[in-house]
């Protein structure tokens, strides 16, 4: 049988009452009876009481009897309805918790709860509700990943069918043909560059993902990834300037992990910068700092940047390609190395982002 706390609430505050009130009229009866036979042995001697005063004394004890029982059953009635109002008003916020997680299991994620006290209950109504705008940001991300997959993808694979139709009808051949093939094949890249960041995000927050930090040299990783960058920088006539001041070049790092952040940042530097513009790198005191002259992130949209699937100038972005996960992942494997990263921008004036290591 299912007994629901607030009836536990209001049997054992009834309870309690009840038994206090039993108790207390029991010890003034006994208190009462044993001062007034105290009294009238003091005064009129143990056997010197008439008979009236025995009889007087009799019905007093039992006018106070009558008394104290009528007294017990008011306070009963009393402790009754006050136990009933204090169990409703102990038991309501834990009944509206109950029907908020259950509404928000059924996928209402913007049910609320009042928060009516600033006590335990009142951290558990602010915990569900935290709980609420985690899941509904969560179904919001999804929602995005949705509508940016299939955005994303759906543009590279409708320009490889229209290409293979047109191939296939004879309608584009000789040095055309080789032009068509070479579109093709950085379209390919494109989806296969795209699902790798999904890939990549999704294994990073697995909960068995683990980072194996050992000595590394970060001055000599990151003139390795300059020399990567190198093509992507001549194709936009970018100079990338890159100063060392640091006094300790090694740390305990994840040594892969750690050139994918580079690679990230390096990337969205490049992506955005205008040609023949500077960017620099600055490696000083466990900081790294990536800055670039680009048209900067307006001021709304830097809260987010590191949100999953989140691209401050969208229409931008869907030229350069991406889904808005590079910059989440570089957040993660920051986060994992217990260090974390910033970014400062200004419209107009470009960007910088600052790794900072633990």
Known sequence: MKVSIRLKLFLSYAGIL????????WNVRMSLSSNFNEFSEKFMG??????PFERGGEVLFEAMESSLIYTTIIAGVIAILVSLLVSFLFTRPITEVIEATKAIARGEYTRRIRNHSNDELGELTQSVNAMADCLQENQRLQQDLITNVA??????LT????YLEAMNDGLIKGKKRDDTLELMSEEAHRLSDMLTEVRELAQIQHPNFAIHKRKVNLDALIQKVMLQMEPQLKAKTLTLDYVNKSKEHHLQLDRDRIIQVLQNLLT?????????SVITIKF???KLIINDKGTGIPKADLPHLFDRFYRADRSRSRKTGGLGIGLAIVKEVMEAHDGHISVKSKVGKGTSFTCHFH
């Open 159 to 162: 320009s490889i069918r229209g």
């Open 18 to 25: 009840f038994a206090t009130l039993v108790l207390v009229g």
């Open 268 to 276: 969205n530097a490049i992506k955005y910068s205008p040609k023949k």
């Open 284 to 286: 000083e005191d466990k």
């Open 46 to 51: 143990p056997h010197e009481r008439p008979e």
């Open 151 to 156: 955005h994303e993808l759906a543009t590279p």
